[in-house]
């Protein structure tokens, strides 16, 4: 049995947000696999949970010309299976099968994946464990046990999803009781443990919008223990365009590194000419500067700095090679 | 706090009053004494708790039994009928599919949804949609085989 709380379960958006707005101690809950673990485990205590799940408007799924709009319910299973997000934005439904177990996805939904907590060993814990361990700054506690001297939490972001979006230049809407407002998705995540959304106490994530744009490919993959029901240590997506034999555009994201998803910047070297060794090796430079694993997960850290570069040039490789 | 919940189990129609933090688990094992589904793990991790709502695997550890509200939900109590074991039972029985048999309810259940939507899997097939589901007795082997079995021995159920 879960600690007592309120359930609402409105069936408008807009109602979903009065409601936020009006219980500062409540909480979205949306397909319910990371929030209802996490309450059972003590490392949230809503006083009201949001139910999302009655709100038709938010599995809006639809193609607008030169961009696909996904509401923020609808599920990971659908955006799988989805053939139009398997052939034009083949980043997108790669990443959400690669998320939890099937019957994970079957429930789990796009803002549940983008929105959720940040992830550490000292963390994700039963409360008798934590307690064991006096806690950490994150929850209760005062230090970040994988940085104690540091002034911040270091719990990673973990998502897969996220990275995919990123490379795929999509952009967030946020609703709130003022109204919409868009940002790029990068502008939606902070590299903070504890603080890790630029999302206003009252808004919600109410839709995605991923451009359609000729000539991108793009793919994710993530090093993994299991191959399914796990977590990546580190999770790497790449687009690209080429045009003849020049790499005319690349982005490069990775998750479960930092505590935000990362957009890899510093790679315009590489465009306007083909792909080369000089190219690969600035790519695993950028990589291992823009992002800072630490002990955050029981995979070690120097695995998952040789993992990811070594992940990214796989992925790179393979795109440009069609 | 208590709601009165209206919602369909193993075909019929019930309205009870269930707390707002009761988990579907909670209402199924503890509201309705179907103990068939078991609690695995403290979330998510191990698929002991699948059942099934409108058809679609589903945790009923990490699922609010509000939130599913007016749905079919089906547990491995609703599989047996008149006493016989359904063709997916008997073929885990048959084939040894399952030891203590805790993540047996669980498995068949991810197992009767796959066979509903794909009569006839192929072994990739049977283990991506068994993928959740862990069991720390049979070593998987004797699962997939069992449900292979029941592909061959005709319709699911
Ligand atoms: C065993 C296990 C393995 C997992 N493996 C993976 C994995 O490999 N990769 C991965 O990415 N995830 C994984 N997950 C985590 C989780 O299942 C997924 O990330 C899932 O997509 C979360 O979506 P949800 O709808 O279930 O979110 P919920 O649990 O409903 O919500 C998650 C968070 O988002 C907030 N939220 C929900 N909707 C909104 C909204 N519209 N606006 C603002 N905030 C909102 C909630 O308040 C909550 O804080 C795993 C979980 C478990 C239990
Ligand atoms: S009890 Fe383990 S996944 Fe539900
Ligand atoms: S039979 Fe014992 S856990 Fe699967």
Redesign the pocket.
Known sequence: MLPDFRLARPQSAAAAVALRAENPGS???????????NIRRGLASPEVLID?GGVAE?RELRADDDKLRIG??VT?ATIAADVRIQQRLPALAQAAL???GPT?RA???L???L???TRCQYYNQSESWRTGNQFCMKLVGDICRVAPKSARCYAAF????APALLVLGATVELLGPQGVRRLPLAEFYRDDGMDWLA?GKDE???AVEVPLADGWLSTYDKIRIRGA????PVGVAIALRREGEALAELRSACTGASSRPELIDGLEPLVGKPLDEAGLALLDKRLLKCTQPMETTVVPVPYRRRVMPVLARKLLRNLWQG | MKNILGIWVNGRWREDAVADNALLLDYLRDGLGLTGTKQGCD???CGACTVLVDGEPRLAC?TLAHSVAGRRVETVESLASDGNLSRLQRAFHEHLGTQCGFCTPGMLMAAEALLRKNPKPDRAAIRAALAGNLCRCTGYVKIIESVEAAANAGVAA
């Open positions: 909480r979205f809950i949306a397909g319910g696999t990371d929030l209802l673990p999302l938010l923020a319910g990971l690669a998320v939890a994970h429930a789990a939904t803002c549940g994946n929105c959720l907590d973990s998502g897969d999803v999302l919600m994530l109410y029901v796990d977590f990546p | 979330g998510g991790e990490s």
